[in-house]
């Protein structure tokens, strides 16, 4: 795969945003994958500069599971709920889901078991079970206050509703 440099990104996205072309007639122009350019737009707009610099991450299972539950619960894309978490390539995206779908949870932590066994610092073992079960209290805690907080919106969108009937009934 070939890196890009940060400049030459900039240079394509500020092209982008100056309305020289759509991606696809920049990304023939540039002779650039035109879902590189949607990508590092989408970054640029929510992280500035520092979303088109090089990124090296380890993310934990928990985060992983988060950035899944925001894209379910948003309907976003894999590239949207990357630009939206600052992860590089969406496509990584697509490989956690795939995981999860395959192993569910489980297969996060058995993922990072075997590939923390090539680091040389030592870790104090966790029993799968009890990351499981942490785990899947941490998503059924996240989903209680999502309820929570769905139907509080619910409630001020309808004193909104209720507030603003009110308000054209009186001036009638």
Same mark, same amino acid.
């Given at each position: 795969?070939? *890196? +890009?440099?940060?400049? $030459? %990104? /900039?240079? @394509? ?44 991450? *380890? +993310?934990?299972?928990? $985060? %992983? /599971?988060? @950035? ?50 090539? %680091? ?53």
């Amino acid at each position: 795969m070939r *890196k +890009y440099e940060t400049e $030459f %990104k /900039l240079k @394509v996205v500020k092209s982008f945003l100056n309305g020289d072309g759509g991606a696809k007639l920049l990304a023939r122009q540039w002779s650039v994958p035109e879902e590189k350019i949607r990508t590092w737009v989408s970054h640029y707009r929510l992280h500035g500069i520092d979303g088109l610099r090089p990124k090296r991450s *380890k +993310y934990s299972a928990q $985060f %992983k /599971l988060q @950035v899944l539950s925001h894209q379910d619960r948003e309907q976003l894309s894999c590239r949207q709920v990357a630009a939206v978490y600052d992860i590089r390539n969406p496509n990584q995206v697509v490989t956690w889901r795939r995981k999860l779908d395959e192993g569910g949870v489980q297969a996060f932590g058995t993922w990072e078991q075997e590939h923390s066994s090539m %680091k040389n610092e030592q870790r104090s073992p966790v029993p799968p079970s009890t990351a499981i079960t942490d785990s899947a209290q941490a998503l059924r805690e996240e989903n209680e206050r999502l309820r929570a907080e769905v139907a509080y919106l619910k409630k001020l969108q309808a004193l909104i509703r209720f507030k603003i009937s009110a308000a054209s009934t009186k001036r009638v």
